[in-house]
């Protein structure tokens, strides 16, 4: 990694806080609002173009509810409470934990459980996260699951990633980001990435399950004797 690069990252995250001021959060929300009818979950804030990741809202505002109160924006102030949210995060929950476990399980065999670390915080304060992250012989590297609904939401989740990736301690690694719909086909997930303007940096790669499977097969594991 070159150190142009990384005084760009570092130039992007200081850039964030001038660029996402209450004002253009508002808009956000709003357009979100507009587009849906409703306000967006925490998860969605992640996928969308238009607002910070739910991690900047997390450490500046203490949340997404805590800042939709700050906003006095009008609607049910939190989805994760009554009827709108219990049947569909009951169903995101549990596909998140199916996905997730069929990833750790794979990582696990291929790699052994002392060198699989799933949340795995880079930071202390829990600022920089990855889903997982895997020390091999050969170099360690971090996974980032995340399941798009269509193409169009594909590369608005890559783009919000690669905002949280820029985080300089979580640059001394390579990411892959796992899109694990499969609806979405190898190609046009290739294709999409490509055709983004904010193209991927060098140490970040777009792989699905089946990808990850043949990327670890390459990877040299520590015997855990």
């Known amino acids: 990694m070159s150190l ?23 808009t956000g929300l709003e357009n979100f609002y507009n587009a849906h009818g409703r306000y967006p979950t925490s998860r969605e804030v992640d996928c969308y173009p238009d607002l910070p990741s739910s991690r900047q809202i997390q450490r500046r505002f ?10 006095n924006l009008s609607g049910p102030q939190d989805f994760t409470k009554g009827s709108y949210s219990s049947e569909r995060a ?3 929950n549990k ?15 291929k790699f052994g459980k002392p060198f699989v670390h ?3 915080l880079f930071t202390d304060d829990h600022r920089a996260r990855t889903d997982f992250f895997i020390h091999t012989k050969d170099g360690n590297f971090s996974v980032d699951v995340f399941f798009p609904k269509d193409r ?3 590369i608005n989740c890559l783009n919000s990633k690669m905002k949280t990736y820029g985080n300089t301690l979580m640059l001394q690694y390579p990411v892959i980001f796992l899109m694990m719909n499969d609806e979405i086909s190898e190609e046009e997930m ?3 990435a490509n055709n983004k303007k904010n193209k ?6 777009i792989m699905n399950f089946n990808q990850l499977k043949l990327f670890c097969a390459n990877k040299c594991p520590y015997s855990a004797t």
């Open 90 to 92: 009951r169903s995101i």
């Open 118 to 120: 799933r949340e795995y």
């Open 62 to 71: 203490g949340g997404l509810v805590e800042l939709r109160k700050v906003l």
């Open 190 to 192: 290739t294709a999409a």
């Open 152 to 154: 169009s939401n594909l």
């Open 4 to 26: 142009d690069t990384v005084m760009r990252h570092i130039y992007n995250l200081i850039m964030d806080q001038y660029i996402w001021d209450l004002e253009n959060i508002k």
């Open 200 to 205: 991927l940096l060098e140490y970040q790669q």
């Open 95 to 109: 596909r998140a934990h199916n996905l997730e476990k069929s990833i750790y399980d794979f990582l696990v065999t």
